[in-house]
């Protein structure tokens, strides 16, 4: 059975940083993609960062690009992203999911959320 438990949400200021962590069970992450979504308040999920360990290019949303950045450790099993320059519109609750795509379809299994809220 697949699962994800996220941690490392939080509040920052703007042009803070947070590391988001992913554990994973039930899968390996040397075989399948893994990254993160977010949904704001009124808004629809969106792909952030997606990470498949034997591919060597992540995605990224045009939004994020420069400023965070995906990665995994294959021996914890757990996939992380830092975040940094973070400004109040990267405020939602980040969903760790796989497989990870750059849009949302069925068969994702998802993570409980973490919100990250930028502001000051």
């Known amino acids: 059975q697949v699962q994800l438990v996220e941690s490392g949400g939080g509040l920052v200021q703007p042009g803070g940083s947070l590391r988001l962590s992913c554990a994973a069970s039930?899968?390996?992450?040397?075989?399948?993609?893994i990254g993160w979504f977010r949904q704001a308040p009124g808004k629809e999920r969106e792909a952030v960062s997606c990470l498949k360990i034997s591919d060597d290019t992540p995605y990224y949303a045009d939004s994020v690009k420069g400023r965070f950045t995906i990665s995994g450790d294959i021996a914890k099993n757990t996939v992380y992203l830092q975040m940094n320059s973070l400004k109040p519109e990267d405020s939602a609750v980040y969903y760790c999911?796989?497989?990870?795509?750059?849009?949302?379809?069925?068969?994702?299994?998802w993570g409980q959320g973490t919100q990250v809220t930028v502001s000051s």
């Open positions: 039930g899968f390996t992450l040397d075989y399948y993609s």
């Open positions: 999911a796989s497989p990870c795509l750059p849009i949302v379809v069925a068969g994702i299994n």
